[in-house]
């Protein structure tokens, strides 16, 4: 089954989620902020789509870390950490497709089709 991550008040979150129910996707929802950010789960996020594109540079958490946290994000272990302590700062949301081998991170309509064929 497909595995939707995010925040449930996260409007981006909240799209994808509709999205998912239009097109009629079956899906679980796991809350960063009930469930925690699952750390096996991280490690292959890690790998792919990749550090890069999980941390989620644009938005507030980001802006609030203070400028040495910030700086000390350059690879994945570093990010790893990060993520863990400051579960919003992740790129939202993750999805878990039903295949099992890929994973994508924000909301992207054009892309998702290909998921759901």
Do not use: C, M, T
């Given at each position: 089954m497909t595995t939707l991550y995010g925040i449930p008040n996260c409007d981006t979150v909240k799209r994808a989620r509709a999205w998912l129910d239009?097109?009629?996707?079956?899906?679980?929802?796991?809350?960063?902020?009930?469930?925690?950010?699952?750390?096996?789960?991280l490690d292959r996020w890690l790998k792919s789509p990749g550090w890069e594109a999980l941390v989620n540079r644009r938005g507030t958490t980001w802006r609030r870390l203070d400028e040495a946290t910030r700086e000390a994000v350059v690879d994945a272990p570093s990010a790893r950490a990060v993520l863990?302590?400051?579960?919003?700062?992740?790129?939202?949301?993750?999805?878990?497709?039903?295949d099992g081998a890929v994973v994508t991170t924000g909301f992207d309509a054009a892309q998702w089709k290909s998921h759901v064929v």
């Open positions: 239009e097109h009629g996707v079956a899906y679980r929802f796991h809350d960063f902020k009930k469930d925690g950010v699952p750390a096996s789960e863990l302590a400051n579960p919003s700062l992740i790129k939202r949301p993750v999805v878990q497709w039903n």
